[in-house]
């Protein structure tokens, strides 16, 4: 399940409070994207539009070294030099960074994206800065919340998860 804003932005600074579900089979997100992320013709790298996972968490599961953690990542197409020649998305994992209870209490995931670099925060402090591929992108993108479902089947009848989002902002100059 999703929810998308209406309008799309340019630049800014993109911030939720949330509490991020804790199954191991969903996975809560806050993201930017492009249309054109995955076309290599039109994301050029990146210029021309890319995913900006400004958080994704993967809930608890076996693998201890994700857990009470969250993922910051870019993905774009049609990077130049591309050693896969546009065969495969462009990544960069940004960081992966323990979060405070993350299941259990409120923490900000927030990012700045301007003409030069996406600067990435939790709790209102820096993890990360790049201007990863061939620099941000500078069109519009889509403002997502989101929190992924599994197949139904994985789940008996009854079963319920939460990502309690307690706001979203967006502040443009």
Known sequence: GMVKVAEDYKFGY???????NSD???WSAFWLQSNHSYNPEISKGGVGGAEID???SFGY???IFKRDGVHQTI????????PSDGQELNKLIVGYHKGKNIYTEYNTYGLEWNEDEYIFYINGV????TSFADGTSKVPEQVIVSLCLPEVS????DFST????????IYQK
């Open 75 to 82: 993905w774009c197409s049609g990077m130049e030099n591309d």
């Open 14 to 20: 993109f911030e939720i409070k949330c509490i991020v």
């Open 61 to 63: 599961g076996k693998n």
């Open 24 to 26: 191991n089979q969903f």
């Open 54 to 56: 400004i958080f994704e």
């Open 154 to 157: 994985t789940h008996e009848k």
């Open 162 to 169: 939460e990502f309690i989002v307690d706001y979203v902002r």
């Open 126 to 129: 820096e993890t990360a800065r």
